[in-house]
């Protein structure tokens, strides 16, 4: 006697289309910003090589500088983000072509817009915390002369800017309930801070 080939109706094939719907409307949001959060990481390692930078340049020059040649800060080309060693007035490598070219007075990495990432703007710091100015140097409590290096990048394709820096000095960071800042507390000097965090 032979058995009727059974399969699955209409109803169950329907049932597991929207079960995975489900699934994947909530899974997918989720990888974009786990996604982006890793694309954050760039920021963190290339603020730690401007540090390590202008710190062995101070060290053999005794004075600091904003030149990233003078310097020797130059990052890796595939970058997501633009690094400001002076803020009031950025003058960034261009990373248009397939070389990179250095105008007078570069005194930032531009974003490698020939790997076809968008150009990003400097954007001033929202932050309001000790050590967080857009100058090429500040002073600390102590007079000491201190410098901070942002980067500004557009890591999840939105409208607002994920905004990174470090400085050579401790900062301070306002509580959040009262600032702009995604960081809060006390950061030492030489660790990455997350002025602020789009993600």
């Keep these: 006697m032979k058995r009727p080939n059974k399969g699955f109706t209409l109803i169950e094939l329907m049932i597991v289309v929207a079960i995975l ?27 730690k090589a401007s540090f390590t930078a202008i710190k062995a340049f101070y060290q053999e020059k005794d004075r600091y500088s904003s030149i990233v040649t003078e310097i020797g800060f130059v990052p890796e080309r595939n970058n997501r983000f633009a690094y400001f060693l002076n803020g009031t007035t950025p003058v960034l490598s261009d990373r248009t072509g397939s070389v990179e070219t250095y105008p007078v007075g570069s005194n930032g990495i531009g974003i490698d817009v020939f790997k076809g ?3 990003v703007a400097y954007q001033k710091s929202a ?18 002369v201190q410098w901070t290096v942002f980067a ?48």
């Design 21 to 47: 719907g489900i699934l994947g409307a909530i899974a997918i949001p989720n990888f974009i910003k786990f996604q982006a959060r890793a694309k954050q990481s760039e920021a963190k390692a290339n603020l």
């Design 117 to 119: 990432y968008a150009v």
């Design 127 to 144: 932050c309001t915390g000790t050590g967080v100015p857009d100058a090429t140097t500040w002073n600390d409590t102590a007079g000491a």
């Design 152 to 199: 500004v990048g557009n890591v999840d394709g939105d409208l607002d800017l994920d905004h990174w820096s470090i400085s050579s000095a401790p900062r301070t960071f306002p509580a959040a309930a009262t600032a702009t800042c995604s960081q809060t507390g006390n950061v030492a000097g030489g660790e990455a801070a997350n002025d602020h965090n789009d993600i």
